[in-house]
């Protein structure tokens, strides 16, 4: 069976040097890519060819990692397009093996939309990655209203991946236990999912999916908490004068994805809440990669019918981006 892993992550030099050079581009993420984990974010040759061949992926879905390009201001604009050249050339050099996610500056809301219509238009890409926040502005705010749009139009997903919380976030709930611990908790052990998960909610009720109803977005990590909340999470209906109910929105503008947590009782959950068909697979390499045919063997051994393991492992994907051949050039899209 084909596996298709769509959050699976780069960081090319260009943008590395960015984070380096640039005042406050880095906001502390910067140093959870050491050692090898920065030489196989690098690398989009060999080396990620015979880790994908080892863990059982078919297909990577590359794209840039956190934190993107949101604190570079003006110059993401010409770095979202070196990214993005960068990440078609790859995708030239291994239709078959890689698909890619465009970065995009989203600082700059105009050039932001134009560069996700030139990364799907021209580059073939299937869809955008956000990183949540730019500065004290989140998804909700108009600065994103023209890269909705432009999502909504051609049809293609917009994946939401965790950012850092701000500063003032972090110092309130996620400090006073040295610098490694409170890093850590700030991002993958607990922070990056509430503040993923946040945004995903303000799209709600900022009134996103009333204006682009057939927008569509991942959320990672099994839907970055939203889904495990959604009893309570419905109780917004109360008040908030949305269009539709809360639970319609988290149905039909959302898929998730596993981002390497291969767990069947977070997997029976996703699907209980938005059903197989809005499953996704990834294995969010390098930071969640694990020897020993890993993504292989969790799909294999979970106890789901054909059709439906097919479905989470890459039908649904394909479904979504309205195939899944890799190859460069425009692609005919569809709605999921």
């Given amino acids: 069976m ?46 990620r060819l015979a880790l994908m061949d080892e863990t059982g992926v078919d297909v990577q879905v590359l794209s840039l990692t956190t934190p993107g390009l949101n604190n570079l201001g003006h110059r ?3 770095l979202a397009r070196r990214a993005n050249d960068l990440l078609a050339e790859a995708v030239g050099a291994n239709s078959s093996r890689f698909q890619a996610m465009a970065a995009l500056p989203s600082a700059e809301a105009y050039a932001a939309a134009r560069e996700l219509r030139r990364s799907v238009e021209e580059l073939g890409c299937k869809g955008a990655v956000l990183f949540g926040r730019v500065g004290d502005k989140n998804l909700d705010h108009s ?22 919380p701000q500063t003032n ?12 611990i409170d ?48 009893e309570r999470l419905a109780m ?27 767990n069947p009782a977070y997997l029976q959950q996703a699907v209980k809440a938005v ?22 063997r969790f799909i294999d051994a979970l106890e789901l019918d054909d059709v439906s393991k097919s479905k989470f492992a890459y039908r649904n994907w394909e479904r979504l981006t309205g195939g899944g051949s890799g190859d460069l050039g425009t692609a005919a899209f569809r709605s999921p």
Avoid at 143 to 164: D, S, Y
Avoid at 194 to 209: D, K, N, T, Y
Avoid at 277 to 290: A, E, G, V
């Fill in 2 to 47: 084909k596996i298709i892993a769509i959050e699976e992550h780069v960081l090319p030099n260009d943008v590395r040097h960015a984070w380096n050079t640039v005042s406050g581009a880095d906001d502390g993420t910067l140093g959870l890519n050491p050692g090898v984990i920065g030489e196989r974010l690098a690398d989009l040759g060999e080396q």
């Fill in 76 to 78: 993401g604009i010409d």
């Fill in 143 to 164: 600065i994103f209203e023209p890269t909705f749009a432009c999502a909504a139009e051609l049809n293609v997903p917009l994946l939401i991946h965790p950012q850092i």
């Fill in 169 to 180: 976030v972090r110092g309130s709930y996620y400090a006073g236990f040295g610098a490694p």
């Fill in 183 to 230: 890093l850590a908790l700030s991002t993958f052990a607990l922070g990056w999912h509430f503040e993923a998960g946040i945004q995903f909610v303000r799209l709600i009720l900022g009134g996103v999916f009333d204006r682009y109803p057939n927008l569509q977005v991942i959320l990672g990590h099994w839907g970055e908490l939203v889904l495990f909340y959604l």
């Fill in 236 to 262: 917004l209906d109360r008040v908030s004068g949305l269009q539709r109910p809360f639970i319609e929105y988290v149905q039909g503008n959302l898929y998730v994805t596993a981002s390497g947590m291969f």
């Fill in 275 to 296: 059903g197989i068909d809005r499953i996704l697979f990834s294995t969010d390499y390098p930071y969640q990669y694990r020897p020993g045919g890993d993504a292989r």
